[in-house]
Every structure is written in C-alpha cells, then in structure tokens.
C-alpha cells in the first residue's frame, strides 16, 4: 500500500456508498445516547431495532462490495493513516459484522418479551441503551484497522456488557457478582492487550495494523514483537474465553437476561476470536517460528483440554443455560484449535464456527429463555416435560441442539467436517479423534436435555402455555437458518474460504 | 414421471405423512388413512422408479454443493432400488399391522409414533437413494434420530434405558469412527461419490486400507458387527412394529447397506481382493455369526432371541463383502431381500402372540400353536426361510454365499455358514415345536387369534418368503450389474 | 546486567512494579473497594509505559509556538501515546465508576463487600439449588 502523506488529503469520502464504513459504527453509536435522551419507553426499542436493522443492511452491502476479495479502506476525518485512523473491509471482517449485526437485529424482537420479562421497566430506556453501545464495540472491533481503536472498542462493548450482565440481577442476585468478576478479568485482558499494542508501538511507530504487519515483515522479530505476540493473545484470550481464561464465563450467561447470553455467546466471543486471527495471521506472519511454536504446545493443548474438560462439566450441569455456558467454552476450543493448525482449511474452519455456532447457541439460548419465561427458571427438573407443553420451542430446541452435536444437516456438522478435514490435512491424526470423541460428549449432554424435555411429566406449578410469538418467531428464524446452512454452504463456507485465503496471505494481504 | 422427480417425491412422501400424522393427531382415522395413502403412494413412486429405470444406474440429481465436489446428491442403483422397494412395500404392511397392535394393544401417543415412523421411512429412502457417502450419511443420522422417539416410545425407566444403549451405540459409532472415515476419504481423493470399482484404488496404500476399512465397518454400527451389535437387543424394548419394519429391515438393512456400497463403490471389490484389506472383516464377520447364534439360543425372551438372530444374519451380508467376490456381492445383496422379508415375518408374528395373549417369553408359549395356528404357521415358514431351507427364499442367498466363500477358497467360511444354519434350526424352531406339539393347559381352549389386522401381515410376508425362493434368479439378474464390469 | 541498564530502564522498572503490585491487590485482596484500587494501580501502570514510549531524550512538549514558526532544530517528544492514554484514563474511569455502582448493588443484595462472604452465601444458594434441583457440578466459577 502506498502510505500517502497527511497533508494530500485526496481520498475523502463523499457519497453515501463511500461513507457506509463510518455509518456502521455511527448509527448504533448515536442511537444509543438517543434512546436515553428520549427517555420513552414506547420509543426505545423501535429505535434499537432500527439501529440494527439499519447495520445489518450496511454490514450485507460491505460484504457484496468485499464479496470478491478486494477490501475497502476508509480514513477517519480524511486523515490518512498510519496517523489516522483506517476502516478496513474485507472479506473476514465484513463477514463478522454480517454475523453480528443479523443475530442482533434477530435477537431484538425476541428480546422485547423475555426482557419485559426480566428486567425491571424502569430499566428498559438504559438497557438497550448499554444493548446498543455492546452492538457498537462489537461492530467496531471487527471494522477498524487500527490496533488502539481496536482496545477503545472492545472497551466500550465491555464496558456495556458489565451492565447488560447486572441487569439480570432482578432474577437472581448472582448476576451481579457474575459482572463484577467479568468486569475484573475483562480489564485485566483488555489491559494486557493494550500493553501488547503498547509493545509493538514501540517496536514498528506505527499503530495501523497494515503497517504494524508491513514492518514486522521488513524488519523480522524481535523479543519486543515476541512480547507484544504473548500479550495480545493472552488479552484477546480472556475476552475470547480461551480455556482455562474461561472462568467469567459460565457465571455471566448463566445470569445475564436471557436474551443478552444470546447475543453474547453468539457474538461476543466471536469478536476476539476474531481479533485473535487479525492478529496471528496478518500482522504477525503465520511463518513466524516463535508464534507456530506457541500456537502449537500452548495454545493447542489447551483448544483440545477445552473441547474435553468443559464439555465434561457440561454433561453435569442441572441448569440448561449454565450447561450452554459450559458448552460454548467447549465450542471455543475448537474455533482455537482451527487457528493453531495454521492452515488455510483451518482457518476457513475456525472462521465457519464462528458463525456456524453463533447462529445456533443463539438460537438455544433463546429456547432457554423462552423455557425459563414459563418454567420460571432453567432448571432441568423445572423444564422437564416441557416437549408437551411448548412444543414449537421445544422442537427449536432440538434443531439447534443437534447443530450443537454437529449431526449432518446442520449448520454444526460443515464446521465440525472442515475442522476434522484440516486436522487430517495436515496428518495431526490424534486431534482429529479427539474432535470426533470430544463431541460424543456433546452428544451426552445434548441428549440429557432431549430427555429432560420429552420424557418427563411437566413440573408442577409450571405455566403450560407455548412461548409468545415474538419469542417463537426470531427462535424458529435461527434454527431454521442452523438447517438452512447446513445445506447450502455457499455464503458461509464459500466467504470463510475467501476470507481465510485473505488472512493467510499474512501481511501482502493486507496491503494488496 | 421423471425419475428424479420420484426420487424426491419418495422422501417428500413420507415426511409428509411426519406432518399430517402431527397435525391430525386427535383424527384418528384420518390420520391412519392418510399415512396408509403415503405408504401405497410411496412404495407406487419405488415401483415407477423400477420400472423405467431397470436395473440401470441413473443420472445424478445434485440439490446442493455441501463442500468442493461434495454435493447433497441423488441416483438410483441396482442395490439402492431393491432396498427401497423392500422397505417401501413392507412399510404399507407394517403400517396396517402397526394399526392394529397400537389399537389393539392400546399404546398411547399414537401421532407422535406414526410422525416418527414416516419420518425414519424417508430417511430410509434417502439412504436407498443417495449418490455419494455424504447423502448417505446425512440420512444414516436422521435415521438414528427419528428412530430414537420410537425406542423410546413407552416411556418407562427400561424404555429410556434401552433407547440411551440406543443412542450411544450408534451415534457414537457413526461420529466417532464413521464420520473419520468419511473426512478421511475425502482428504484423500477430493470427493465422496459412489462410483463403479471404488474411489480409493491408488489414494491409499499399506496398513491404511484396512485400516480404513475398520473406520467404515465399526463406524457402520448399523450393521450390528460385533462388538458393536449393543444397540440391536437394547431396541428391543421398542413396540413390535418398529421391531419389525425398524429393526429387521428398515435400519438394520440400512446398516449392512452402507457396508455393501462402502464395499462396492468406496473401495471396490476388486481393490479389496487384491490388497486383501477385508480379510479380518470376514473373520469378524464370521465370530459375530457363531457368537450371535450362540447367545440367541441362551435368550427366553422371543424378540431378545430375533434380535440376536438379526446381528447374527447380518453379519451374513457384511461377511458376503468381505470376501471380495462377486458371488459374495450378489449374495449379500439377496440376503438383503431375503432375510426381510423372513425376520419381518417372525417379528410380526411375535407381536400377534403379545396383543393376543401378553406373553413375551418362549418358555410361556407352550401349546399356544393350537390357539393361534395361522401366526404360528407363519412363524414356522418365516422361521424355515431364516435356516435356508427350500422353498423358502432364504435358501438362495446363503447359497451364493456359500458358492462365493468356495470362490476364494475359504472353506473355513462355508463351515461357518453350516454351522450357523444347524443353530438357526436350534434356536428358532423349538419355539414352532413347542407351540403345537406340547400342550399347556394354561393355553388351552379353542382357535383365538390376534386381530384380523395384526395376523393377516404376516400371513402375507409368510406367503411372500415363498414367492421369493422363486423370484430369487430374477433379483439376482437384476443385481447383476453391481458386478458386471468387474 | 550493568548498572546503566537498570537506571537507562528506569521507567519499565517502574512500569513492572506497578503492574505487579496492581495484579497482586486485584488477586490477593479479598475486599471488593480495593480489588478496584488494584486494577487502578494495575492500569495506571500501564498509561506510565505508553507515556515513556513517548519521551524523546532532550525532547520539548510537542506544542506550536505561538508565531507558528517552527524551529527545524527543535526536537518534540511524540505526543501520539500521550493522546492514546487519554482515551485509556477515559475507560480506567469508565470501568473504575462501574465497578464502584456494582459494588453498591452487590452491598444491597449481599449486605458485604468481603469476597469470603460473598462467596460463602452463594456457596449456600448453591447448596440450596442442588438440594432442589440434583446436583450440579461447579458453582459460580
């Protein structure tokens, strides 16, 4: 890329089309303070919905512009970087936002419901207030080029996550030592990340990521970079909920409003995993001896202790959500376990998990909140039988649950083949059985849920009516699209591939 | 009609009558009737499909592109087009005989048992239809899964217990060992298609081949290879028709059909013959036949003891594989057929014995031919075509099974099957002697017959073995093309 | 290791002992206020390397003077961390504010900021949820 001087300032964006980058973040951004402002409880959550809706409809036109592999860069304010600060686009990220901002805009009818539910209404104006300002941290870590912008927005959607986790305490009170834990440890990741950015500051002068990448290339590691590498991984490690820097994680979905574990066990983790891979493969270099060393006897041990221990714990849980929890920690095993193969298919796998997964833990989080808006709780015993009495959820959630398993038709069963193809691809033989024995595990603990719901009389004291509409519909919309991607993998797999082949390109790729 | 067309139309059938059977779950006839229309329609779209298409292999119907060269694909084949019409004909009896012992015996939850029936039919008929191993394993699990709800059906601790042994076993085998195996292939030559002499001649070398092939085989729990043959037993708490259609056909066949198309169009007999890569199948095979038959002839329960009989069978097919001929093809594949429409009988027959007097063990069914002869004739023809004596079909397919293990030389195996045959008799017909030729004076008394709907099905599936013994050259000229070009 | 390299590094010591400290209290200190304290310290820590980035031996603060007219000899210290870390102190507070108002919901529910306490009436909900519902493995982790 050529690095043109500040003072040319030729590229600045005018029309709406060149704009849209910014507008992506702007418009969550500004509808956030909006809904405080108005103060309306009536006006709040159309405004939410409107702001997602409207992302969404940026996010998918991003994506046709990067569909072929090209990226878009946008400069903040015309200042060209490496002193401003760059939106870059391509295939990978424009992916993500996709991912995030179509969960989002189909969580929040649901949400409408299930947080009347449970959150207290004087909290409403604020809730999706924080709701929104999540979406845009999210949003923003995915889009910006830049490495500090990249610690402001992870700290802004923590930030909001931290109160969006407390406002579930209106249920059980631990939900508010659950956000203060997160809210210790995500500042503790997040500082050792920007520690890392700090590092490799100092090292390359720069802090756009292309040029971060174009230096290390020029100039190779030094014990600084290698520093920078360890931060950054084990920063973005916490936030992603890498096993065992997974401790926060089944306290704050166990306790968070049902429909905040939704977004977050389907985006959230996915936003840093996503950081993860920006980061190990183009602007550190796939190549790079110390980080393949890392990847493979720290990081990999850990992706398949994750994939068994957490799945295990899973299998013991009597709370449907805090078994999901446990799960997702499992899940995210094997989305690390993709990156540490350091191949292209094993990127693509990582990267079709991340969606493949956000779609259906979305989709069961849903059906646990859905469950718990008439069992009271999540609770097995509390839950049980409840295949007669909610029989749409209930069938949702046995969709969704065999995407969890990985059973061909669903969307669970490409991420698992490509992952289980990498491994083999590569000849790493064990850690393709351990995949394949480590989801017999999920089969147990999937199936204790099928047999809690369908042989079971219903608790008594239960509300025996099928969850409202607004609740079914955005349920059914997920576990209809966990089928749906299990057959045509045309959007999913087809933009991983062009994705990975883009962040495999190490830094040529990104500055093409 | 398209052929295609058909293909699609004979999923789409019975996974319709999934949804009529759950809409209409408080009609009952009209829901009986409509999924009695599906069967007929379904086994008339097989029989389309049969008469336009004979014996030869179709063109591809691609619905999706899964992954690079991997679609979600359809054709019809010799092998595929005689398990569908199999199931797809024995469906319409089963399900008038599933009428009447779910009426007659006064099961609850009919709907959901009939919605999980059609539903595991479909996934039958995409298995039968499939054109590359990913089809094929897609429908493999839909079938574990909709079959699950019906083993499960009664609801009691044992039910529950039996229909977990179930679950583990086969999907446990199919993610763990089936599922790396079909990665595995596609790693190695890019596609997953079922294609005339196998995929994977010069792609893999060495110890890998039967190695491989040990991935398929055990990964096909299905197939009921032992050790793997748990779940078969354990099914056994299901009611008699899903024992019957399910467990002697439907899935079960589904199992060993997979085995025979991983034999034929993965590997390739003659792949398999030449690096000798099934030799230890055969020899497993051969121990789950004797050990079967062995542990059947222990079992008072009558369908503990079909079930054992059924791994035992089954091993004839996976057996008929393994050695690598085309005789044994040809045999196991008529073995598929065969061995149908005899167990069928005998489960059916089992279940008329239970709705007429709610008795499940041998040891209680003395005399009891005299009260129910037309059963127990049927029981006795079914049983003498399991044996493979003539005029019963079964006789044929152990005979190229026999000629098939002459062909290799294995003369070991032709003593197996002999063998297997004189325990067949042990353990299947004291159960015929001892209903009419003791007597009980508990089950005395004059003629009293199960419903006409639970004794005519096998009456008819009885009869049927017989026409088969007399059909059997013209399935076997029909199955020819399998080995034609090799 | 020469005494010109431990003075020359001057702040990273610095830097390293803050941070360590920081972490300590956030781990060590069973008190919810002071947990918070120690991931101030623990940031603060932080802030001081990104400022020591900055510093250009013989370097002036980075300011135009007033007649614009800038001597070419002049050397500046780099004013790029020093804006960065006003965004960090930004968040520091942002987070410091947030986890003091949780700190007061959980004083309302719990009636205690002590983590032993805290911990020991959710073991007993815990308990409780177990008696009722079957066992479970792993509380609040």
Not at chain 1, 15 to 22: C, G, R, V, W
Not at chain 2, 39 to 65: D, H
Not at chain 2, 292 to 305: F, G, H, I
Not at chain 3, 35 to 59: A, C, E, H, P, R
Request: proline share 4%.
């Amino acid at each position: 890329m050529a690095v043109e001087p500040a003072i040319e300032v030729t590229q600045i964006a005018l029309t709406l089309k060149e704009q849209l980058p910014i507008l992506q973040i702007v418009v969550p951004f500004v509808a956030a303070p909006l809904i405080v402002f108005f103060g309306s409880r009536s006006l709040t959550w159309p405004i939410t919905f409107a702001a997602s809706a409207i992302s969404l409809w940026i996010s998918v036109a991003l994506l046709l512009q990067v569909a072929d592999g090209g990226f878009i860069s946008y400069q903040i304010g015309g200042w060209a970087p490496p002193l401003g600060i760059e939106y870059r686009v391509d295939a990978a990220n424009a992916y993500l936002l996709v991912l995030i901002s179509a969960i989002s805009t189909v969580i929040l009818p649901y949400a409408r419901k299930s947080v009347a539910s449970e959150v207290a209404r004087r909290h409403h104006t604020l809730f999706y207030a924080c709701y929104l300002l999540c979406f845009t941290g999210l949003m923003g870590v995915v889009i910006t080029g830049d490495a500090f912008n990249i610690f402001v927005f992870v700290e802004i959607s923590s930030l909001s996550t931290y109160a969006l986790i407390a406002a579930g305490a209106g249920r059980d009170k631990r939900a508010l030592t659950a956000a203060y834990d997160y809210l210790i440890m995500g500042t503790i990741g997040a500082t050792f990340f920007v520690i890392g950015i700090g590092f490799l500051y100092m090292a390359t002068g720069t802090l756009n990521l292309a040029d971060i990448a174009e230096r290390i290339a020029e100039h190779g590691g030094n014990r600084t970079i290698h520093a920078a590498f360890a931060f950054i991984i084990v920063g973005m490690g916490l936030k992603a909920a890498i096993y065992p820097m997974h401790l926060w994680l089944p306290a704050a979905y166990t306790y968070a409003p049902s429909a905040v574990s939704a977004f977050l066990a389907a985006t959230a983790t996915k936003a840093a995993i996503y950081v993860i891979l920006r980061f190990v493969f183009s602007v550190f270099q796939p190549d790079f001896a110390f980080q393949s060393l890392a990847l493979e006897f720290i990081l990999m041990p850990l992706a398949v202790l994750a994939m068994f221990a957490a799945s295990f714990i899973a299998v013991f849980q009597s709370d449907l959500k805090r078994m999901l929890a446990y799960s997702s920690v499992a899940q995210i095993g094997y989305m690390v376990l993709g990156i540490t193969l350091l191949t292209q298919t094993g990127v693509t796998a990582t990267i079709v998990h991340l969606f493949n997964h956000g779609i259906t833990k979305a989709a069961l989080f849903m059906g646990a909140g859905a469950l718990a808006l008439r069992a009271g709780s999540s609770f097995y015993d509390r839950i049980q039988g409840m295949g007669r009495t909610m029989p749409l959820t209930s069938a949702a959630i046995v969709i969704a649950g065999l995407s969890l398993i990985g059973v061909p038709g669903t969307a669970g069963f490409i991420s698992k083949f490509v992952l289980v193809e990498a491994a083999l691809d590569k000849g790493w033989w064990l850690v393709a059985l351990l995949v394949v024995f480590s989801s017999l595990l999920a089969v147990v603990y999937v199936w204790r849920v099928f047999e809690t719901l369908y042989l079971n009389a219903p608790a008594a004291g239960t509300i025996r009516q099928e969850a409202p509409l607004s609740m079914l519909i955005p349920l059914w919309i997920m576990a209809l699209a966990t089928i749906y991607f299990g057959f045509d993998t045309q959007l999913t797999l087809g933009a991983a591939r062009t994705a990975a082949e883009g962040l495999l390109a190490g830094t040529t790729g990104m500055l093409k | 009609m398209e052929i295609t067309t058909a293909i699609i139309l004979s999923m789409l059938v019975p996974f319709g009558a999934t949804f009529t059977n759950l809409i209409f779950h408080d009609r009952e006839n009209l829901r009986d009737g409509l999924t009695l229309g599906a069967a007929i329609v379904t086994f008339g779209l097989v029989l389309t499909i049969l008469a336009k298409n004979g014996s030869a292999t179709s063109e591809t119907l691609t619905l999706f592109e899964v992954f690079p060269g991997v679609d979600i694909a359809f054709n019809v084949e010799p092998l595929g087009l005689l398990f569908a019409v199999v199931a797809s004909g024995l469906w319409i009896l089963t399900h008038i005989y599933a009428i009447g012992y779910m009426r007659g015996n006064k099961e609850k939850h009919h709907a959901r048992f009939f919605a999980c029936f059609s539903f595991a039919i479909a996934s039958v008929m995409g298995i039968a239809f499939s054109a590359n191993m990913l089809t094929l394993f897609l429908f493999y699990e839909f079938l574990t899964i909709s079959t699950y709800p019906l083993v499960a059906h009664k609801g009691t601790p044992e039910a529950i217990r039996g229909a977990r042994t179930y679950m583990s076993v086969l999907m446990g085998t199919s993610i763990a060992l089936l599922l790396v195996a079909v990665i595995w292939t596609y790693s190695l030559t890019g596609t997953l298609d079922f294609a005339k002499g196998g995929i994977l001649e010069g792609r893999v070398a060495g110890v890998m081949v039967p190695l491989l092939l040990g991935f398929y085989a055990f990964g096909i729990g299905k197939a009921a290879l032992m050790p793997f043959h748990r779940w078969l037993p354990a099914a056994m708490v299901a009611p008699t028709p899903v024992s019957a259609l399910l467990h002697a056909v439907a899935v079960v066949k589904a199992g060993v059909f997979t085995m025979m198309k991983v034999g034929i169009y993965v590997f390739g007999i003659d792949f398999l013959a030449e690096t000798r890569a099934s030799e230890w199948l055969m020899w497993l095979a051969a121990f789950s036949i004797i050990a079967a038959s062995l542990v059947a002839m222990t079992k008072d329960n009558l369908k503990a003891r079909l079930a054992y009989s059924t791994v035992s069978q089954l091993s004839y097919i996976t057996l008929g594989v393994a050695l690598a001929t085309s005789l044994g093809v040809l045999g196991g594949g008529l073995h598929i057929a065969m061995h149908a429409m005899g167990k069928i009988t005998l489960f059916m027959c089992a279940g008329s014995i239970y709705v007429a007097t709610h008795k499940t063990n041998i040891s209680q069914m003395t005399g009891l031919g005299r009260v129910m002869p037309i059963t127990f004739g049927a029981f006795m023809i079914g049983a003498l075509s399991i044996i493979g004596l003539p005029p019963m079909g079964g006789s044929w397919s152990k005979w190229l099974l026999i000629m098939g293990a002459a062909d290799t030389g294995q003369w070991i195996m032709i003593v197996v099957l002999m063998v297997s045959s004189l325990l067949n008799i042990a353990y299947l017909l004291p159960v015929v002697a001892r209903g009419f030729f003791l007597s009980d004076p508990e089950n005395g008394g004059p003629v009293r017959e199960a419903p006409l709907l639970c004794w005519l099905p096998p009456a008819l599936t009885a009869a049927g073995t017989v026409a088969l013994f007399f059909y059997a050259g013209t399935i076997q000229q029909f199955l020819m093309p399998l080995v034609a070009a090799n | 290791m020469s005494w010109e390299f431990i003075v020359g590094h001057l702040p990273y010591w610095l830097f390293i002992t803050l941070m360590m400290t920081g972490l300590y209290i956030v781990v060590a200190k069973g008190n919810y206020v002071k947990k918070i304290v120690g991931l101030n310290i623990f940031q603060t820590s932080v802030f001081m390397l990104y400022i020591s980035i900055g510093k250009i031996t013989g370097g002036t603060a980075p300011i135009f003077p007033l007649d614009l007219e800038v001597d070419p000899e002049t050397v500046y210290s780099n004013p790029l961390p020093h804006v960065l870390i006003l965004t960090a102190i930004v968040v520091g507070i942002a987070t410091t504010a947030l986890g003091l108002a949780l700190i007061v919901r959980i004083r309302e529910e719990y009636g205690s900021i002590e983590e032993d306490v805290i911990l020991d009436i959710e073991y007993r909900l815990t308990q409780h949820e177990n008696a009722v519902h079957g066992d479970a493995m792993g509380g609040r982790a």
